[in-house]
């Protein structure tokens, strides 16, 4: 069974083709990154246009590197939500309108759990159950996973995600947006102990995050400090620091109390290297084993929206929850609250 993944949900327009059989046979991407640099942000009108003129090239693309056509489409998996509701709207407009013209099924994904489940794209990949630490611009959240649409939140960000918190703290040092990338880059010229950041909650006895009053603190000291380019490589090592000391101790703790052995980290941040290296060092001395998805399926991609369609579409009592000749599209949608396709 072949799949067409469809991801609109933010800056980014992904397509992505799986075969249930052969598994991923290609993905494209298009990314909004140098429209949006402009305005220092997303704006989501802009973004749902653009998304408009690149979908259809990108599904032709897909599928000529992968020497198919439409017609050797099984169903179609779109991002339903959560994201931008304009932009939603443009990717599940165009793949149930795709399915309608096929006659095959068409699906709507949760875009988180598209993030969730991408570490199975890649070698090795964790089994059932794990935790997964969910981790981008939006979203900062732990769960417990036992299956697909099987997920329990375990605890999640009180106000900025950690993404949030990489860009706003990019933006008070003067880089550019995309913040979080950059800040990343910066902290590897910082000198070590020059600065020290608060570690928000991280004694707070459960596994939620802050990370609002951290961007505060970076806020003070550039206000105490000269602002040279050194002091700036030297803030972000630190806020860097901070940040990644309490995403990995939340992680583990959340493997302590669920019993599990196997962590996946997901999401944008999922991509950053300090993160990754003390993560893979704190978890093995752990007794258990991290897993990431492959830094192209760490931002928003197709790949992941197909994958996770082909994934459903197997799962018994599918039939029941495809949606027919009508769509919506969910800007918010609690991710706990997603049922696998046989739950009553």
Known sequence: MIVLGIETSCDETGIGLYDTKRGLLNHTLYSQTEMHSEYGGVVPELASRDHIRRVIPLIKQTLSASEHSLQDLAAIAYTQGPGLAGALLVGASIGSALGFALKIPTLGIHHLEGHLLSPLLSTPSPDFPFVALLVSGGHTQLMEVRGVGSYRLLGETLDDAAGEAFDKTAKLLGLGYPGGPALSKLAEK??????????????????????????????????KNEVTQQTCADIALAFQDAAVDVLTEKSLA?????????????????????????????????????????????????????????????????????????????????????KAPNDP
Do not use: Y
Not at 199 to 205: A, D, E, K, N, Y
Not at 293 to 313: K, Q, V, Y
């Open 254 to 338: 959340a493997l302590k109390q669920t019993g599990l052995t196997q962590l996946i980290v997901a999401g944008g941040v999922g991509a950053n290297r300090q993160l990754r290296n003390k993560l893979l060092k704190k978890v093995e001395l752990a007794g258990a084993t991290v897993f990431f998805p492959s830094l192209e399926f760490c931002t928003d991609n197709g790949a992941m929206i197909a994958f996770a369609g082909a994934m459903r579409l197997q799962m018994p009592d599918i039939s029941n929850q495809l949606p027919g000749n009508s769509f919506t599209v969910k800007a918010r949608w609690n991710l706990e609250l997603l």
């Open 190 to 223: 910082g000198k070590s102990g020059r600065f020290t950041l608060p570690r928000p909650m991280l004694h707070s006895g459960d596994l939620n995050f802050s990370f609002s009053g951290l961007k505060t603190a970076v806020l003070t000291l550039t206000k």
